[in-house]
């Protein structure tokens, strides 16, 4: 079974500071790895997707990397906003169809 | 273009109850996915359905039960609620297989 892990649990930094979150998996044979916030109480929001074949993907200040052979991926955000506050999961997808496999998350508190 | 709809968005049942949750993806998009996301087990597979067929299923009772029409619309059932079942349940949508996920904003299920 994909077992997902993200670390820290949680985060606090101050406004303006470069951060990563990290995202291991065990099971090396997946397909792709996406990335989502989630925001108290709400559904969740694409950020990025990279496919298995992809090393990184970038969009706006976020830059996701993927290697698979170690299993890690690392989401790195550039100069952080408070309104980058939010929980950070990443999934992974694995098998037939888009079953994916979540972590639990790095809660993100960004200070102004 | 229209996201992923969940109705309703709040629930609040009893024990031994069923319930009935809906999920329109996002027009084109044949695959639907439903999530149960809890504080102590984060967020779980329950099942995807792609053109009305059941295409992977996750590891929940068979009180868990779903659905997907000709118009890509899907239903989740539940029957004889109990406590546990308490959660989150979050409803994705992709347009085929391995293809970025998105999600809607949930329904809020309460057992009393």
């Known amino acids: 079974k994909q077992e997902v892990t993200q670390i820290p649990a949680a985060l606090s930094v101050p406004e303006g500071e470069n951060l990563v979150l990290n995202c291991s998996f065990t099971d090396s044979a997946i397909y792709n790895l996406q990335w989502f916030r989630q925001d108290p109480g709400k559904g969740l929001t694409s950020l990025l997707l990279i496919q298995s074949s992809q090393r990184e993907q970038t969009s706006g200040r976020l830059n996701a990397s993927l290697d698979k052979s170690s299993g890690r991926s690392t989401l790195y955000i550039a100069a952080s906003q408070p309104g980058d506050s939010a929980t950070y999961l990443c999934?992974?997808?694995?098998?037939?169809?888009?079953?994916?496999?979540f972590g639990t998350g790095t809660s993100l508190t960004v200070i102004p | 273009k229209a996201g992923v709809t969940q109705t309703p968005r709040y629930l609040i049942k009893t024990r031994g109850q069923q319930v009935t949750l809906s999920c329109s993806p996002i027009s084109g998009h044949r695959s639907v996915s439903w999530y149960q996301q809890t504080p102590g087990q984060g967020l779980q597979f329950l099942f995807e359905y792609f053109s009305e067929t059941q295409r992977n299923k996750g590891n929940f009772p068979g009180r868990f039960s779903g659905r997907q029409f000709s118009n890509s619309r899907s239903e989740m059932n539940v029957s004889t609620l109990e406590l546990g079942d308490s959660a989150l349940y979050l409803c994705?949508?992709?347009?085929?297989?391995?293809?970025?996920?998105?999600f809607g904003p949930g329904t809020r299920l309460t057992v009393l």
């Open positions: 994705a949508s992709s347009l085929s297989t391995f293809n970025e996920q998105f």
């Open positions: 999934a992974v997808a694995r098998g037939t169809g888009n079953q994916f496999y």
